[in-house]
Each structure stands twice: as C-alpha cells, then as structure tokens.
C-alpha cells in the first residue's frame, strides 16, 4: 500500500516561492511504474493538475504554469518536491500529492491511485 505525504510551509508571501514535499512510503519512487502529481483546489473551486514527474525522473507540467513551476525528486529519501515560483493569493489552495498509473492531467479524483491528505497553503502578506 502506497502513502503519501505533504508537508512544508502553510503561509507564504506573495513574490515568494512556495515549496513543498511528497513523502512516499510502502515503495521506491524508482522502482513502482508510477506518476508522481502534485494537484491542487483552490477555495470554492475544482482540482487543477499541476504537474508530475514519473519513475524515470521526466517531468511534466501544466501549461498554465510552466514558467513559474518545478517539481524534482530526492530518491534517496523517497520524496518529490513541487516549487512554485512568484506566488500570489491565487495561488492559495490545499495542495495534494497523488500517484497515477498513467499521465494524466484529469481533475477527477478517481484518475489518481493514492492520495497525500493535503495540506493547505495561503499566499498572504
């Protein structure tokens, strides 16, 4: 059984960067054929896909956010890191880490297999 985990700052300045990370237990982030996402709801909206980085350590990103983000990986802790770069209130959302057998950039929850609790992160001075 896969686990996820978020964890990171809960308040962060309009201008800064947003950074969090996904802590996976119960298989190597290396070995299991998945996609690691990072999605995110903002208050009173739907999920938005943001990016993902796979097995093989390729990432993908939404368009919508290509310039501002950048997710890695630290294999020798299991754990993949989402930076968002010069945030603003908008950006203010609980964020979530989930896998996928595929790549997928879906907004429906039952595209992804495990799911992080999420965490939320508000972009204020």
């Known amino acids: 059984q896969v686990q996820l985990q978020e964890s990171g700052p809960g308040l962060v300045k309009p201008s800064e960067t947003l950074s969090l990370t996904c802590t996976v237990s119960?298989?190597?982030?290396?070995?299991?054929?998945?996609?690691y996402n990072w999605i995110r709801q903002p208050p009173g909206k739907g999920l938005e896909w943001m990016g993902a980085i796979d097995y093989d350590g390729s990432t993908y990103y939404s368009p919508s956010l290509k310039s501002r983000i950048s997710i890695s990986r630290d294999t020798s802790k299991n754990q993949f890191t989402l930076q968002l770069r010069s945030v603003t209130p908008e950006d203010t959302a609980v964020y979530y880490c989930a896998t996928s057998l595929i790549l997928t950039t879906t907004d429906n929850r039952d595209e992804y297999d495990y799911w992080g609790q999420g965490t939320q992160v508000t972009v204020s001075s």
């Open positions: 119960g298989g190597s982030i290396t070995l299991n054929y998945y996609y």
